[in-house]
Nanobody, 121 residues
Framework: QVQLVESGGGLVQAGGSLRLSCTAS????????MGWHRQAPGKQRELVAN???????NYADSVKGRFTISRDDAKNTLYLQMNSLKPEDTAVFYC???????????????WGQGTQVTVSS
């Protein structure tokens, strides 16, 4: 089965930086997109950033210019470099993988267990 394992979360002061990592394993198939979502207390889960198989990236307006998403295909690892962190970035961050087992077949979403990011003022 596909598994996603996140690491790199923690407590940081406002203005600081963190780098999140997500390593995928199992029968992944063909990757469509990989991305990071986050969910803060009392809020809905939201897209932070994703990266397509083409290498194109998307970012939430709130993180543009501060966060950078990247991947290492050889290591099956996704990264999120977070700079200039703000208290409002505090949330559980989840790694997401969208993949299909075969061309023309159905796509599936897989999620990591989440990693807590806390930014203090």
């Amino acid at each position: 089965q596909v598994q996603l394992v996140e690491s790199g979360g923690g407590l940081v002061q406002a203005g600081g930086s963190l780098r999140l990592s997500c390593t995928a394993s199992g029968d992944i198939g063909r990757v469509n997109t990989m991305g990071w979502h986050r969910q803060a207390p009392g809020k809905q889960r939201e897209l932070v950033a994703n990266i397509q198989s083409t290498g194109d990236t998307n970012y939430a307006d709130s993180v543009k210019g501060r966060f950078t998403i990247s991947r290492d295909d050889a290591k099956n690892t996704l990264y999120l470099q977070m700079n200039s962190l703000k208290p409002e970035d505090t949330a559980v961050f989840y790694c997401n993988l969208n993949a299909r087992l075969r061309s023309g077949g159905p796509s599936y979403n897989y999620w990591g267990q989440g990693t807590q990011v806390t930014v203090s003022s």
